[in-house]
């Protein structure tokens, strides 16, 4: 007999630095997966703490919890990863609070030549 349960458990909700903590902690993190999907084109990503907490303090504010960090860490950089790869010169890409806010662009630091 296979069933379920009717079982009613009541959680803690997230905080701002439960959703910072779930960008960067887990073996597979959101942050440690753009980090690698950069590195294929030998770029560095750097993401400020200030950058993260913006993330996190969006995320919180919209209601969305740890689902909503994915997309908008993707609306923040999703020009970013298509721009990087026709640009040789792009060694590394930060993100800060401001970019996360949508005040500017990433800043995408680049050899000098």
Request: net charge positive; hydrophobic share 40%; aromatic share 8%.
């Amino acid at each position: 007999f296979v069933g379920r349960f009717p079982v009613i458990v009541s959680t803690k909700g997230l905080d701002e630095k439960n959703l910072v903590d779930i960008l960067t902690v887990p073996k597979n993190s959101l942050m440690k997966q753009y980090n690698y999907l950069f590195a294929m084109n030998d770029v560095k990503f750097h993401v400020t703490e200030c950058g993260l907490a913006e993330i996190a303090k969006t995320a919180f504010s919209r209601g969305s919890g740890a689902r909503g960090l994915r997309s908008i860490t993707e609306n923040v950089l999703m020009e970013t990863m298509y721009v990087v790869p026709s640009i040789p010169s792009v060694h590394t890409v930060y993100l800060d609070a401001g970019a996360v806010r949508g005040e500017r662009k990433p800043v995408l630091l680049k050899d000098p030549s």
